[in-house]
């Protein structure tokens, strides 16, 4: 078989959903499956519908439109603002569009009108990430704005934390995102049906909370792809870790110095550290590297070491074992590393469960 390759177990995925969405349902919180990091994959979309999430989110609505065309039927949002340039593929292709900008949902209004159609929109508040996302104070403004807007219909607001800048889902700014739904229907007499709470960042909160208020949906993708939980990157019980992994094969094993030798500037991609000195060791290089993967984002074995990367090789210390030219390796990824993997065309991917045959029905539209 090709290496590298990704080897995508589906049964895993969909255990990892489904446990997710048994757990949060007991806090009345359904899971919407973010794609985003699986390239559109419809037989990983397929394994999170059969774990039984509610419907799909992606960034890239190249991806939606992926998905759509390879029949996966669910309800699909497209969770990065879209841009003013997209927004006919948007309104074709997205139940729902994540938004902040008036324009923006201006610009899809009358794309919808003119395709007869109608559009879902949750509005995005930033409560301290700085990402994207309205600032609370104006917005009753934006909601007011989106209500006049014909063909667009208000599905709810949101937020996403500890993404650009690390802030952590709390009981204050979670529950400011619920006082924010409470006080907008009281003034304006409107339901605001969907309270998206976040990523899986959030999933500490939501499981250990006693109060999640009015948060009623997640849109979770690492801790169903990976069973990973973001804040902490620890395993989260019951998870399988390695439901997506990395095989990558060696085209060089030899005893060499750990030290480089001849005049030492910065290497190709900018690293001027030193590595350390332990004599002459067994240096096994694979062939996978930045182009594919993220190195510092896969997991070595314990008693094996990453002594570098480039663009094309990885470079280890295996310690005890050997593995011949030709042998392979099975890593496992972060979220960047996988990322990476699956969007490098130079990077096979495997499904291992046939595909399953069971029916997807299609779920009603968030909210
Ligand atoms: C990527 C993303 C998510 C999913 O994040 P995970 O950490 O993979 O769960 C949710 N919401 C938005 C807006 C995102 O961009």
Request: overall charge negative; charged content about 20%.
């Amino acid at each position: 078989m090709s290496a590298p390759r990704l080897e995508i177990d589906l049964d895993k995925i969909q255990h990892n959903a489904r446990t997710l969405v048994e757990r949060l349902a007991l806090r009345g919180i359904s899971v919407t499956g973010v794609t985003k990091a699986s390239l559109g994959s419809p037989e990983i979309a397929c394994a999170m519908l059969r774990g039984g999430v509610k419907g799909l989110a992606d960034s890239r609505i190249e991806n939606i439109e992926a998905m759509r065309r390879a029949g996966v039927m669910a309800s699909m949002a497209l969770i990065r603002s879209p841009m003013l340039s997209q927004a006919e593929r948007v309104v074709a292709h997205a139940d729902v569009s994540f938004n902040t900008e008036l324009d923006v949902l201006g610009k899809l209004s009358s794309v919808a009108k003119e395709a007869r159609k109608t559009h879902g929109v949750v509005l995005m508040v930033e409560l301290g990430d700085l990402r994207e996302g309205i600032l609370p104070r104006d917005l009753e403004h934006a909601i007011l704005g989106t209500l006049r807007l014909p063909n667009i219909v208000l599905m709810g607001i949101g937020t996403n934390l500890a993404c650009r800048s690390g802030v952590v889902p709390s009981p204050e700014n979670m529950g400011e995102l619920s006082a924010l739904a409470e006080s907008l229907e009281d003034r304006l007499g409107i339901e605001i049906p969907t309270v998206s709470g976040g990523n899986s960042a959030n999933l500490e909160w939501a499981l250990g909370t006693t109060h999640v208020g009015r948060v009623n949906d997640l849109r979770l993708g690492e801790a169903i792809l990976l069973g990973c939980e973001p804040l902490t990157r620890q395993p989260i019980e019951g998870l399988h870790t390695d439901a997506i992994t990395l095989v990558a094969e060696v085209i060089e094993a030899k005893q060499k110095p750990t030290l480089p030798w001849g005049d030492i500037a910065q290497s190709a991609f900018g690293d001027s550290s030193r590595p350390k000195d332990q004599g002459r060791i067994r240096q096994t290089i694979f062939a996978v590297g930045r182009q594919d993967i993220d190195p510092e984002g896969l997991y070595l074995p314990e008693g094996t070491e990453l002594l570098g990367a480039s663009s094309d090789h990885l470079v280890a210390n295996l310690g005890t074992s050997h593995l011949p030219v030709g042998a392979e390796m099975t890593f496992q990824l972060n979220y960047s590393a996988l990322l990476r993997a699956m969007t490098s065309s130079f990077v096979g991917k495997v499904v291992k469960t046939p595909r399953a045959g069971a029916p997807v029905v299609r779920p009603p539209l968030v909210g």
